[in-house]
């Protein structure tokens, strides 16, 4: 082979290693679901203060419970029980959600009452069924602990204030990212990251229309919805009527926002030891199978049940690196 040709098959060789010298990604399938990032670029010094304070019962008014009480570091950033107690050893009424991945959502709490994460730490700071505190006592109580206050002075500027606590804990959780999972991998060019199976449920979860509420990176959490679209699912429910199945309605105080919801993650669906806002359902089948029934209007078959739940399992990323690390005991 004479030597410019020898030069052609060499550049030629050159240009089709050029994504893989660079490092480039793969091309992302186009689909409803988006995969997460794989991390988050946070100052260390502030995520480990916000994680203290997350495990923090000062941050309570009875000095008895903590974020991390209802968003359990322990168990998937969620609670273990039906619902979370708060400050005073109230019930809250509603399932609490798990803290993962909820940068992601398009608002924040069940009824989507506030946009930020900055603004769910304010508002769950002040909630009289969550952590029932104010902040001239929560600051008072923060500043006789020396150590902490020095934490604060050399990381922050103003040292330790209102936006100095909510910062801590907001660049915490923004770190808590459950990237990696199959389905993710998946997304990313990886063809044998999924099973059969899997590939098989998130083809039915595409074609019965689940897809329509729960797609985007958090595979639901960036729209509202009503619950009972295809029926009424709080008759047949046969119980009580709460406040906190009113959902949207409660800010709005329009009839057509009567149990309407920020739509929930999918993401740790798998995990759940309850699913609903009301915690009315123990068994990841039995929440599809009345999914099915009151958001689309369809009986599913169980062996459709038992692949779209090998989907949502797919779903299950890698825990982030806080929930590896020993709790705090408050002081």
């Given at each position: 082979?004479?030597?410019?040709?020898?030069i052609?098959?060499?550049?030629?060789?050159?240009?089709?290693?050029?994504?893989?010298?660079?490092?480039?990604?793969?091309?992302?399938?186009?689909?409803?679901?988006?995969?997460?990032?794989?991390?988050?670029?946070?100052?260390?010094?502030?995520?480990?203060?916000?994680?203290?304070?997350?495990?923090?019962?000062?941050?309570?008014?009875?000095g008895?419970?903590?974020?991390?009480?209802?968003?359990?570091?322990?168990?998937?950033?969620?609670?273990?029980?039906?619902?979370?107690?708060?400050?005073?050893?109230?019930?809250?009424?509603?399932?609490?959600?798990?803290?993962?991945?909820?940068?992601?959502?398009?608002?924040?709490?069940?009824?989507?009452?506030?946009?930020?994460?900055?603004?769910?730490v304010?508002?769950?700071i002040?909630?009289?069924?969550?952590?029932?505190?104010?902040?001239?006592?929560?600051?008072?109580?923060?500043r006789?602990?020396?150590?902490?206050?020095?934490?604060?002075?050399?990381?922050?500027?103003?040292?330790?204030?209102?936006?100095?606590?909510?910062?801590?804990?907001?660049?915490?959780?923004?770190?808590?990212?459950?990237?990696?999972?199959?389905?993710?991998?998946?997304?990313?060019?990886e063809?044998?990251a999924?099973?059969?199976?899997a590939?098989?449920?998130?083809?039915?979860?595409?074609?019965?229309?689940?897809?329509?509420?729960?797609?985007?990176?958090?595979?639901?959490?960036?729209?509202?919805?009503?619950m009972?679209?295809?029926?009424?699912?709080?008759?047949?429910?046969?119980?009580?009527?709460?406040?906190?199945?009113?959902?949207?309605?409660?800010?709005?105080?329009?009839?057509?926002?009567?149990?309407?919801?920020?739509?929930?993650?999918?993401?740790?669906?798998?995990?759940?030891?309850y699913?609903?806002?009301?915690?009315?359902?123990?068994?990841?089948?039995?929440a599809?199978?009345?999914?099915?029934?009151?958001?689309?209007?369809?009986?599913?078959?169980?062996?459709?049940?038992?692949?779209?739940?090998?989907?949502l399992?797919?779903?299950?990323?890698?825990l982030?690196?806080?929930?590896?690390?020993?709790?705090?005991?408050?002081?």
């Open positions: 082979m004479c030597r410019d040709a020898l052609v098959v060499f550049c030629l060789a050159t240009l089709l290693l050029l994504p893989s010298l660079s490092g480039a990604e793969p091309k992302i399938r186009d689909e409803p679901i988006r995969p997460l990032p794989l991390s988050s670029a946070e100052n260390p010094a502030k995520v480990d203060l916000g994680w203290q304070l997350f495990q923090d019962k000062r941050l309570s008014a009875s008895q419970v903590s974020c991390s009480s209802c968003h359990r570091l322990d168990y998937y950033g969620m609670e273990r029980e039906a619902f979370s107690i708060g400050a005073n050893e109230q019930f809250e009424g509603i399932k609490t959600p798990t803290v993962i991945n909820s940068q992601f959502n398009f608002r924040q709490f069940w009824d989507g009452r506030v946009v930020t994460l900055a603004e769910q304010e508002a769950t002040e909630n009289q069924l969550e952590l029932n505190n104010n902040w001239q006592q929560l600051l008072f109580r923060l006789q602990d020396g150590v902490l206050r020095q934490q604060f002075e050399q990381i922050y500027e103003q040292g330790l204030d209102k936006n100095s606590v909510v910062d801590a804990i907001v660049t915490f959780e923004r770190t808590l990212i459950s990237s990696n999972s199959a389905f993710d991998r998946w997304l990313r060019g063809e044998s999924l099973s059969k199976k590939l098989q449920g998130y083809a039915l979860f595409k074609s019965y229309g689940c897809i329509s509420c729960h797609q985007g990176q958090n595979v639901g959490g960036n729209m509202f919805a009503r009972g679209a295809m029926g009424n699912y709080f008759i047949d429910r046969n119980d009580d009527m709460k406040r906190s199945d009113l959902g949207l309605f409660t800010l709005t105080d329009h009839e057509d926002d009567k149990h309407v919801f920020k739509v929930p993650s999918l993401r740790f669906a798998a995990l759940n030891r699913f609903f806002h009301d915690a009315s359902v123990d068994s990841l089948q039995e599809i199978q009345i999914m099915g029934k009151y958001q689309l209007g369809r009986k599913l078959p169980e062996k459709d049940i038992v692949l779209i739940e090998a989907f399992k797919s779903l299950l990323g890698d982030p690196p806080a929930f590896s690390k020993p709790t705090v005991v408050s002081q």
